[in-house]
């Protein structure tokens, strides 16, 4: 059976309550959502936690798919992918606000303004290098922390658009950063 036909099944089976659908679903596909999760986060326990989160959103919303939108993978990528996001977003919340409280550590040592002065010089280099579509969608998601549907709505332009401009100008950027 087509893997695809198979999760659309197993996904089909777990909208009506069957608990081991929903098992043998997580068997097939947690490995590859796992893989996308550690790649965003970079740490084995945030990784798993929003796999695990996202199988509770998967759980509870899997009446939700709709076939016409795309395939099951797809669908559940997407929903680790938001987690993962958000997860980041949150950390960086986070950092924020305890460096606003921090007292007494000096946060302008000559030492970390060089190296983040180095970071920035490094990344607008290679962000004047992509597109400039890549570099608008790039700064409007990852900077101003827009979602992609957002970043659609403010360019006006397709979500499949928005989406392969961001992956192209992540990976130029990666290219560029890792020379």
Sequence with gaps: MDPNQQALRLLSATAQGDRR????????????????????????????????????????NAGEYQQEKGNVLTWMTTIVRY????????????????????EGEDEHSPEK????????????RCMDLLETQQRHVIQLAYFRGLTHAEVCDHTGSPLGSVKTWIRRGLERLKRCIDV
């Design 21 to 60: 659908a929903f098992e043998e679903l997580y068997q097939h596909t947690a490995g590859k959502l796992y893989a996308i999760s550690i790649q965003m986060l970079r740490r084995r326990d945030l990784a798993e936690d929003a796999v695990q989160e996202a199988f509770v959103r998967i759980w509870h």
């Design 83 to 102: 987690r993962a996001l958000d997860m980041l977003r949150a950390a960086k919340s986070r950092r924020e606000s305890d460096e606003e409280t921090e």
């Design 113 to 124: 303004e060089l190296y983040a002065e180095r970071d920035r010089a490094l990344i607008d």
